[in-house]
């Protein structure tokens, strides 16, 4: 199929048809939301620039209804937006402060939290400003942090060793950042009226602290492996106190799919992965988490050059499905996503990515259509 045939794609712009019924800020039905049948678009968080006014406008222009805007973070403005510090701006009753050697915990707060407290809370208002101007709001909207255990891998304690190492401050990071999801779900919902809510936990270092690979502060050595078993009760308890918060979804975004088997044992825990060379094994658990009723957002990576052909994308979902013998009306479960961030490109290069995202979902979902 030529990169230019394509279904209309449904609210790639904020001016798309939406149903008569859902007012400004209402909450849509769920027919109309993304798992209704379509494939969808979103991206998994950073983005280019300093500017939150630009960077939002743009977000909410290119991914309109029923794709999944997001509150960007944007990591060149430096120190505390950057997503430790912004997730560290969350913890309650756990202040950071800013160290040659990374973030690190501390006994009072100071100008480095307070920065990246005040980063935060300018794009939660910008958000709510640009919601009250437009005409019909996207009728859902994503937030994204880091996971406990990355988390726990990237924060410091007072002698400079990873919080990782201590399971005492592993626990109250977790219950820490539990209270912090919370309010900036609270603080979303109220920047936004009536928006689904998802939140996205992001654990690129997991394979790392699962596996033993997380080295020490002096870098001669490495971290002891986390349980698996710690992992799945974190993410579930997190998972938990998000959706009591109004999150309507959570999903667990991860550099590579070896931990698949674990989102598995998180009741409800939809995934964001690559899903460029995973396994036969590896596509039988993310076909098992889709019947079950799971989210995935597929990884599709994009190099700073040319993009692959659209066919080339759509065909990275419709091979495996099809050797799985899953019914392509269940790719309405997929939304696409850039495999990595895309704050390193500048924002053309992001512009970009989303164009051939919407493109690949348009070919998948004509596709469905065609089945």
């Known amino acids: 199929m030529p990169d230019d045939a394509a279904v209309p794609r449904p609210g790639s712009r904020p001016d798309a048809a939406r149903p008569e019924s859902a007012l400004p800020g209402s909450v849509l039905p769920d027919s109309t939301l993304p798992d209704s049948g379509a494939v969808t678009v979103t991206a998994l968080g950073d983005w280019p620039g300093q500017d939150p006014v630009e960077a939002l406008r743009v977000i909410r222009g290119e991914l309109g209804s029923p794709n999944l805007p997001f509150l960007p973070s944007l990591p060149e403005r430096g120190a505390g937006s950057d997503e430790i510090g912004r997730t560290a701006a969350l913890l309650s009753e756990l202040p950071v402060d800013l160290q040659p050697h990374g973030w690190r915990l501390v006994d009072r707060p100071g100008k480095d939290l307070r920065r990246a407290v005040s980063a935060l809370s300018t794009d939660i208002n910008v958000l709510a400003d640009l919601v009250g101007e437009e005409e019909r709001p996207a009728h859902a909207l994503k937030v994204h942090c880091r996971g406990p255990l990355s988390l726990a891998a990237n924060l410091h304690l007072h002698n400079g060793e990873r919080a990782l190492i201590d399971y005492g401050a592993r626990r109250d990071l977790r219950d820490a950042l539990l209270d912090g999801v919370a309010s900036l779900l609270h603080r979303a919902a109220a920047a936004s009226p009536g928006a689904k809510l998802t939140l996205q936990l992001d654990e690129p270092e997991i394979a790392g602290v699962l596996g033993g690979g997380i080295p020490t502060a002096s870098g001669y050595r490495?971290?002891?492996?986390?349980?698996?078993?710690?992992?799945?009760?974190?993410?579930?308890?997190l998972a938990d106190g998000a959706r009591n918060a109004g999150a309507s979804a959570v999903m667990l975004s991860l550099r590579t799919p070896e931990q698949?088997?674990?989102?598995?044992?998180?009741?409800?825990?939809?995934?964001?992965?690559?899903?460029?060379?995973?396994?036969?094994?590896?596509?039988e658990i993310l076909a098992e988490l889709i019947e079950g009723g799971r989210t995935l957002w597929a990884g599709v990576r994009l190099a700073g050059g040319s993009a692959p052909r659209v066919q080339e994308t759509a065909d990275v979902l419709l091979r495996p499905w099809r050797g799985l013998g899953l019914a392509l009306a269940s790719l309405g479960a997929v939304r696409l996503v850039p495999a990595d961030g895309l704050s390193d490109h500048g924002p053309d290069h992001a512009r970009r990515v989303l164009t051939h995202l919407h493109q690949s979902a348009d070919a998948l979902n004509q596709a469905i259509a065609d089945a």
């Open 260 to 283: 698949l088997a674990l989102v598995q044992r998180v009741p409800g825990l939809g995934v964001a992965v690559p899903v460029g060379g995973v396994s036969t094994r590896q596509w």
């Open 222 to 237: 490495t971290l002891r492996a986390i349980p698996e078993q710690e992992a799945v009760e974190a993410w579930t308890l």
